[in-house]
């Protein structure tokens, strides 16, 4: 099975809004990581979000982690045309660094 | 710096044919890895190598070999070449195996198998 499942699959908002994406994981994490990919590129590194933090910010990016649960959200504020992109998050099951494992992705696209 | 570059940007093959993806990195990292993605399955990890002279298998390693001679080249083989392999194939390399360092990842091979 999948780990690292991202909700929604798919979501579509208006260019100023705010898109908020989940992620589920299975395993105790290290760390989390969230990566944006545009269409017919490769994979971005986002942001890292650490296993004894809470919350975590990069410019209009908000990581929250809630390890009771085994999720962690990502907030784009004010978001613009230009975000239209697939948002993954990253966990690494091996624990050793060695295999980091994605989700299937959120297609998050910013209406003009 | 040109980061990750992999070639070709395309690729068609008939069943049963081989080839190699190639993949460079000019950042002198440590780690490199190969993925495929298909749709609705995100990224799934084939090899990946902590050093030159070493690879180790991930999750779906089946039909494919890698080898690691240089600390910056990460060739993927296809020994003969089935419609299952039809994907988009991503190298990715980190700078070590701190699992706080990101991945970065090149733009990808689109390979096509009839």
């Known amino acids: 099975s999948q780990q690292g499942e991202e909700d929604p699959q798919a979501l579509s908002i208006q260019e100023g809004e705010n898109a908020t994406m989940n992620c589920s994981y299975k395993t105790s994490i290290n760390n989390l990581q969230w990566y944006r990919q545009n269409s017919g590129r490769g994979l971005v590194h986002l942001i890292l979000i650490r296993s004894n933090e809470r919350e975590k910010h990069s410019g209009r990016l908000r990581v929250t982690l809630d390890t009771s649960k085994k999720s962690s959200s990502l907030l784009i504020t004010a978001s613009r045309a230009a975000d239209t992109a697939s948002y993954f998050c990253?966990?690494?099951?091996?624990?050793?660094?060695?295999?980091?494992?994605f989700g299937s992705g959120t297609q998050l696209t910013v209406l003009p | 710096n040109a980061g990750v570059t992999q070639t070709p940007k395309f690729q068609v093959l008939k069943t049963g044919q081989s080839m190699t993806l190639q993949c460079a990195q000019d950042m002198n990292h440590e780690y490199m890895s190969w993925y495929r993605q298909d749709p609705g399955m995100g990224l799934r990890l084939i090899h990946y190598?902590?050093?030159?002279?070493?690879?180790d298998q991930g999750e779906v390693p089946n039909g494919y070999n890698v080898s690691r001679s240089t600390t910056e080249d990460f060739p993927l083989r296809l020994l003969s070449a089935a419609p299952s392999q039809t994907s988009v194939y991503f190298c990715?390399?980190?700078?070590?195996?701190?699992?706080?360092?990101?991945?970065?990842f090149g733009n990808g091979t689109r390979l096509t198998v009839t």
């Open positions: 190598s902590v050093g030159a002279g070493i690879t």
């Open positions: 990253a966990e690494d099951l091996s624990g050793s660094a060695r295999q980091l494992t």
């Open positions: 990715a390399s980190r700078r070590d195996l701190s699992s706080r360092a990101p991945l970065h």
